[in-house]
Nanobody, 119 residues
Framework: VQLQASGGGLVQAGGSLRLSCAAS????????MSWFRRASGKEREFVAS????????YYADSVKGRFTISRDNAKNTVYLQMNSLKSEDTAVYSC?????????????WGQGTQVTVSS
């Protein structure tokens, strides 16, 4: 099983980035896919999640209206479009997968990609 996150980098405040997470080794379409982030010295926090059909998405209040999660089940990939970035969005972003039957039990985690927003 592998979750490979990419797309992070350095961006100015107000800018945009698109993260990708390519999955392999499990039946991607049967899993809820989520993004989490961990800023330096802080606890990991939930960012967004999407169900298999992409009909249901959920966002942390801190990113609602700025971030959009999407998925392509044919490509086994989940995306996070991040717009209007703020310095407080600086963190390591990781993707995770949870089976729909146990939505709060994340079975698989990716290694993370660094996002740095300069003010």
């Amino acid at each position: 099983v592998q979750l490979q996150a990419s797309g992070g980098g350095l961006v100015q405040a107000g800018g945009s980035l698109r993260l990708s997470c390519a999955a392999s080794g499990f039946t991607f379409s049967t899993y809820i896919m989520s993004w989490f982030r961990r800023a330096s010295g802080k606890e990991r926090e939930f960012v967004a999640s999407i169900r298999w059909s992409a009909s249901s998405t959920y966002y942390a209040d801190s990113v609602k209206g700025r971030f959009t999660i999407s998925r392509d089940n044919a490509k086994n990939t989940v995306y996070l479009q991040m717009n209007s970035l703020k310095s407080e969005d600086t963190a390591v972003y990781s993707c995770a997968a949870a089976p729909h039957s146990r939505p709060n039990e994340y079975s698989y985690w990716g290694q993370g990609t660094q996002v740095t927003v300069s003010s």
